[in-house]
């Protein structure tokens, strides 16, 4: 791709001072000599830290593509996206941090990206770091950069959104914010490649030769408190922690470990001295961060008035008339429930004939081209079953789902990249305080909809403890994407045409869920809650990228295969060998019908327990059994047992559905449309999976768990009597 000029100004190549403005506004870092190592033993480590919704994991997909993984960071609870950059200087391992304001952390999210760029003792810290800053909105950004430049580590302003800043009449001179700043910045727009072949030779120069940033001045009085206090610090002080950070922070009042109780003290008196009074006590306002914030903020408007002009300053644009009704209370809750219908309506529908197709070849040419196999290599029954009815059977069924949570995927990634799910989160604002949470929480209850598991780790970002134990134990009444290849099994097999409005129905619902169950642990468990307003920066409305889109759901789809294959394989085999085993004193091993089993015998002991629901059958509870575990084995067993069960009834694509309507017409004694609502409403309220139960535990601790689970089964069995009761009467 061709690249234009996108900005005034060049790209700076080093850090170079001109004029008195400069000198105002920088000085040399005469604290902190050392400077943190150029490249590692292995590939360099270059970090991404930003704002939120500034373009920075718009790059790290751009730059890593498929090349990622997400995962805790080591001695960490926080989960961190980590990719290979192939770049033309060689393979970089990227790092893409947790969004932050500041790097005065109020969650855990937060506090890990501090800490890696502080901590000098804590591992896997960066060789360089890339800040993003947006510059449509500059003046937000330049104060977590200030905040960086403060910790001394080398660094590469990735000057993002510019075509966006453009259209509003916004130039940025990125050479002149060098020239003040001390370090290159590279205009770029990473959704249309643009400036990512100079980002990546600016990158490379600052890896083979990093250096320091220029420091931003805080005003004389400031810096002689910070000089007072930087003579204080111990040497085996200073070389954990940057000195012009160390300072700030025992001067804003941070506890910061490792500091003698003498260099704090002499903090709080220099911060007592700087506010014009005595040392401040626990109850009383911090003055010196307050001052400090004054001062970095005085630094940001000088920066801006030397980097930045306008034209047309004041007109509304076409993007402020969208939000005035997208994020409408009146017209913004209806377009939201609009937009996720019109979502999986178009996923069910779509998804269809790509299924049918694929468990065609499943269950036609996969599953005999098997049986041929099979019977040239001398198999017995056991083995034979176990290919042929467990894992055929059990896994083709599972990956015929592969075209549903791909189109999902791809739908919920445009909607993400085009901006609107942020103005989603502003809709929801209201709704969500209602049960005394923030806004923020919105954001995991989002995540959840494709897996509770990341949700739960998103909970981090909300830096009240109450607020993360409430979300934590709605979470699970957030439909995952599991629940969703359950969901448009039974829909398609008993509504149609119809089957993407029932699934938007469950959707809806699991909303209702949450909403309800929060306004009742509110006025129980969590009484008194403070509240917390909501901060969130609008992202600018793009038109998708095809690239961004392609790699955010291959990811999200790699995820899911991973986690489902691994679940499905190992609960397959286990029904299998329990399905193997007699009981009774009916058959031997692997000549059993499953209905005389070991398995069959625990699902029949369960089944009367959802006699009074309408779908008091041993295959439906089989299914629930498995789907404790992990909703992705739900299809499976129900495939598993139909076709272990009935091994001569010549199952044909579609089969399984057919299967379960008989049965359900068996136990509702007529009623079935109340009797699948019902199967459908406990499947997703009732625990979502042993792996959400392992995060729950992580997240908010054992005993809250336990009461999840006991609370989650309890409202899953009462809502599916009372769906099928009062269904009854009119279905």
Same mark, same amino acid.
């Not at 290159?184 to 490379?204: H, I, N, S, W």
């Not at 789902?401 to 085009?418: G, N, T």
């Given at each position: 791709m061709s690249e234009r000029p996108i900005t005034k100004g060049p790209v700076a190549k080093g850090p170079v001072a001109k004029g008195p403005v400069a000198k105002a506004l920088l000085t040399k870092p005469c604290c902190d000599d050392d400077v943190p190592g150029g490249v590692n033993a292995g590939d360099p480590r270059v970090a991404l830290v930003g704002n939120p919704n500034v373009g920075k994991s718009t790059l790290f997909n751009m730059l890593t593509g498929?090349?990622?993984?997400?995962?805790?960071?080591?001695?960490?609870?926080?989960?961190?996206?980590?990719?290979?950059?192939?770049?033309?200087?060689?393979?970089?391992?990227?790092?893409?941090?947790?969004?932050?304001?500041?790097?005065?952390?109020?969650?855990?999210?937060?506090?890990?990206?501090?800490?890696?760029?502080?901590?000098?003792?804590?591992?896997?810290?960066?060789?360089?770091?890339?800040?993003?800053?947006?510059?449509?909105?500059?003046?937000?950004?330049?104060?977590?950069?200030?905040?960086?430049?403060?910790?001394?580590?080398?660094?590469?302003?990735?000057?993002?959104?510019?075509?966006?800043?453009?259209?509003?009449?916004?130039?940025?001179?990125?050479?002149?914010?060098?020239?003040?700043?001390?370090?290159?910045?590279?205009?770029?727009?990473?959704?249309?490649?643009?400036?990512?072949?100079?980002?990546?030779?600016?990158?490379?120069?600052?890896?083979?030769?990093?250096?320091?940033?220029?420091?931003?001045?805080?005003?004389?009085?400031?810096?002689?408190?910070?000089?007072?206090?930087?003579?204080?610090?111990?040497?085996?002080?200073?070389?954990?922690?940057?000195?012009?950070?160390?300072?700030?922070?025992l001067l804003t009042g941070e506890d910061v470990p490792g500091v003698p109780e003498e260099t704090a003290a002499a903090a709080r008196a220099a911060g007592a001295a700087l506010s014009g009074g005595e040392p401040a006590g626990d109850d009383e306002p911090d003055d010196p961060e307050l001052l400090v914030a004054e001062q970095r903020y005085a630094w940001v408007h000088e920066v801006i008035a030397e980097v930045v002009t306008r034209r047309g300053a004041g007109r509304a644009t076409w993007s402020d008339r969208v939000d005035r009704v997208l994020t409408s209370r009146w017209s913004g809750p209806p377009i939201f429930l609009a937009v996720m219908w019109a979502v999986f309506a178009l996923t069910t529908k779509a998804a269809a004939p790509l299924m049918a197709g694929f468990q065609g070849l499943v269950d036609g040419p *996969?599953?005999?081209?098997?049986?041929? %196999?099979?019977?040239? +290599?001398?198999? /017995?029954? $056991?083995?034979?079953? &176990? =290919? !042929?009815?467990?894992?055929?059977?059990?896994?083709?069924?599972?990956?015929?789902?592969?075209?549903?949570?791909?189109?999902?995927?791809?739908?919920?990634?445009?909607?993400?990249?085009?901006?609107?799910l942020a103005r989603a989160a502003f809709v929801v604002d209201r709704l969500m305080r209602v049960i005394g949470l923030p806004g923020r929480a919105f954001l995991p209850l989002i995540v959840g909809f494709g897996c509770n598991v990341p949700a739960l780790a998103g909970t981090r970002i909300l830096s009240d403890r109450r607020h993360r134990l409430l979300t934590g134990l709605l979470i699970p009444f957030v439909t995952c994407s599991a629940r969703?290849?359950?969901?448009?099994?039974?829909?398609?097999?008993?509504?149609?045409?119809?089957?993407?409005?029932?699934?938007?129905?469950?959707?809806?619902?699991?909303?209702?869920? *949450?909403?309800?169950?929060?306004?009742? %642990?509110?006025?129980? +468990?969590?009484? /008194?809650? $403070?509240?917390?307003? &909501? =901060? !969130?920066?609008?992202?600018?409305?793009?038109?998708?990228?095809?690239?961004?889109?392609?790699?955010?759901?291959?990811?999200?789809?790699?995820?899911?295969?991973?986690?489902?294959?691994?679940?499905?394989?190992?609960?397959?085999?286990l029904v299998w060998l329990l399905s193997s085993i007699p009981f009774g004193g009916q058959g031997s091993f692997g000549r059993t019908p499953i209905e005389h089993s070991v398995f069959g015998a625990a699902s029949h002991a369960v089944a009367p327990a959802f006699a009074p629901s309408g779908f008091g059958d041993w295959h439906a509870s089989a299914a629930l059994i498995t789907g404790f575990v992990a909703k992705e084995a739900v299809v499976s067993t129900m495939a598993q047992t139909y076709s272990m069960g009935e091994p001569a009834d010549g199952h044909q694509p579609g089969g399984l559905g057919g299967a379960l309507r008989a049965t359900i017409e068996q136990t509702s004694h007529g009623h079935p449309v109340p009797a699948v609502l019902a199967f459908l409403v406990f499947l997703l309220a009732y625990t979502p999976c042993m792996t959400t139960v392992a995060a729950q535990r992580v997240e908010i601790g054992g005993r809250l768990t336990l009461f999840g689970i006991g609370m989650q089964l309890t409202l899953a069995w009462l809502l599916a009597v009372a769906v099928f009761r009062v269904g009854s009467l009119f279905l």
């Open positions: 498929a090349r990622q993984r997400i995962g805790n960071w080591p001695g960490k609870t926080v989960s961190v996206a980590q990719g290979t950059w192939r770049s033309p200087n060689g393979e970089i391992t990227l790092i893409d941090l947790p969004g932050t304001y500041s790097l005065v952390p109020g969650s855990p999210d937060e506090a890990l990206t501090r800490d890696l760029l502080v901590d000098r003792g804590m591992g896997g810290r960066p060789d360089l770091v890339v800040i993003t800053v947006d510059a449509a909105n500059l003046a937000r950004n330049l104060y977590l950069l200030a905040q960086v430049m403060e910790t001394g580590v080398p660094l590469v302003v990735a000057l993002t959104m510019v075509d966006i800043a453009e259209s509003r009449g916004i130039r940025v001179d990125a050479g002149r914010l060098s020239e003040l700043i001390g370090a290159p910045v590279v205009p770029l727009v990473p959704r249309r490649g643009e400036g990512v072949a100079e980002f990546d030779r600016v990158v490379a120069r600052a890896l083979a030769a990093p250096r320091r940033p220029a420091l931003p001045v805080l005003g004389e009085d400031m810096e002689a408190a910070l000089a007072s206090i930087t003579a204080e610090v111990p040497a085996e002080t200073a070389v954990r922690y940057p000195a012009r950070w160390l300072s700030i922070a *996969v599953s005999t081209g098997a049986g041929r %196999l099979l019977d040239a +290599l001398g198999a /017995g029954g $056991a083995i034979r079953g &176990l =290919v !042929l009815n467990g894992l055929i059977a059990g896994v083709g069924q599972v990956l015929s789902f592969v075209p549903l949570m791909a189109i999902m995927f791809v739908l919920l990634s445009v909607l993400e990249d085009s901006g609107y969703l290849t359950v969901y448009v099994l039974v829909a398609t097999a008993f509504f149609g045409s119809a089957a993407g409005t029932v699934v938007f129905a469950m959707y809806v619902l699991s909303i209702a869920l *949450v909403i309800g169950m929060g306004l009742l %642990l509110r006025g129980t +468990l969590f009484r /008194g809650m $403070a509240e917390e307003p &909501l =901060v !969130l920066d609008l992202p600018p409305y793009r038109l998708p990228a095809v690239r961004v889109i392609g790699a955010q759901s291959w990811v999200k789809l790699q995820a899911f295969l991973k986690t489902a294959s691994g679940i499905i394989v190992a609960t397959v085999t």
